[in-house]
């Protein structure tokens, strides 16, 4: 059964740091694009950055380039959030999902396009105050 398992949210004063966790199971890891999400309350869904475990290729959406960076760690199956210089506006429901790629090298194009991601998380709570 594929599974992927959030943790590390919290709450944070403006300026702080969190790292999320994401652990991957039920599947070969270095077949897949593991991404992260968020939803504030009341607004839809978006794609925060994504990592793809064949090639260590990256990206992230504008809101998190500069402030976080994705990485992993193969022999855990994990994949982690670092976020740093957090804002207000970043509070909300992070969510990690996982989709199979074919890809042998990047990423495909819309990387963040929630419909790719067929395995989804139950999220966790990140609240920044100001």
């Known amino acids: 059964e594929v599974q992927v398992v959030e943790s590390g949210g919290g709450s944070v004063q403006a300026g702080g740091s969190l790292r999320l966790s994401c652990a991957a199971s039920?599947?070969?890891?270095?077949?897949?694009?593991i991404g992260w999400f968020r939803q504030a309350p009341g607004k839809e869904r978006e794609g925060v950055s994504c990592?793809?475990?064949?090639?260590?290729?990256?990206y992230y959406a504008e809101s998190a380039k500069g402030r976080f960076t994705i990485s992993s760690d193969n022999a855990k199956n994990t994949v982690y959030l670092q976020m740093n210089s957090l804002k207000p506006e970043d509070t909300a429901v992070y969510y990690c999902?996982?989709?199979?790629?074919?890809?042998?090298?990047?990423?495909?194009?819309?990387?963040?396009?929630?419909?790719?991601?067929?395995?989804w998380g139950q999220g966790t709570q990140v609240t920044v105050s100001s």
């Open positions: 039920g599947f070969s890891f270095d077949e897949y694009v």
């Open positions: 990592f793809s475990s064949v090639d260590g290729s990256t």
């Open positions: 999902a996982a989709h199979y790629t074919t890809i042998q090298g990047g990423l495909d194009t819309s990387p963040l396009a929630t419909y790719r991601y067929d395995y």
